[in-house]
C-alpha cells in the first residue's frame, strides 16, 4: 500500500500530518488478528493479482474487486462479516464420487491397454509382405 500511496491515500479517511500511510499500516495493517476493510482487501487483490469476490452475511452489494482490466471472472470467494472477511472454499467433490470416477479411469486405461496387446497380435496387422511370405511358404509345402 505504501508503495502506491497514489491509489490508497485518498480512501483513507484520517490521514494527515503527524499520521500518515505508514502510520496506518503499521497499527491498522501489519498485526495479526486485526480488522481489515474494503482499502486493505483491494490492495491485497492488487498485490497478489488475484481478482476476489465479496459476499456479505447481511446482504447487500459489495462489487467484485478486480485487479485490473480484461481481468477474468474473480475465483476466490470471501464472506464479510463483523468487520472481517473468510474466505469460503468451493464444495470439494464427495470422496465416494472421486474414487468412483477414479476407478472409471483406471479401468478405462486397462481396456486401452489391452485392446491394444490384441491388436498388435491380430494377423491383419502384420505387413503385406510378411503375409505373402507365409502364403508362398505354404504353398511350397503343397
Not at 491485497?44 to 462489487?63: I, K, N, S
Not at 477474468?72 to 464444495?91: D, G, K, M, Q
Not at 468412483?100 to 505387413?127: C, F, I, L
Amino acid at each position: 500500500m505504501c508503495s502506491h500511496r497514489e491509489v490508497y491515500e485518498p480512501l483513507i479517511p484520517g490521514l494527515r500530518g503527524n499520521y500518515n500511510l505508514e502510520d496506518w499500516c503499521f497499527w491498522r495493517v501489519a498485526p495479526a488478528c486485526r480488522s481489515t476493510d474494503h482499502v486493505m482487501m483491494v490492495a491485497l487483490a492488487r498485490a497478489l493479482e488475484v481478482p476476489l469476490r465479496v459476499e456479505r452475511v447481511r446482504g447487500g452489494y459489495d462489487p467484485d474487486i478486480y485487479t485490473g482490466p480484461g481481468v477474468p471472472r474473480p475465483r476466490v470467494t470471501l464472506l464479510y462479516s463483523a468487520n472481517h472477511y473468510e474466505i469460503i472454499y468451493p464444495r470439494a467433490p464427495s470422496a465416494e464420487s472421486s474414487s468412483h470416477q477414479a476407478s472409471q479411469r483406471e479401468h478405462a486405461a486397462d481396456q486401452g491397454s489391452s485392446q491394444q496387446t490384441t491388436q498388435r497380435k491380430h494377423p491383419a496387422d502384420q505387413s503385406s509382405s510378411h503375409q505373402a511370405s507365409q502364403r508362398e511358404d505354404h504353398a511350397d509345402q503343397s
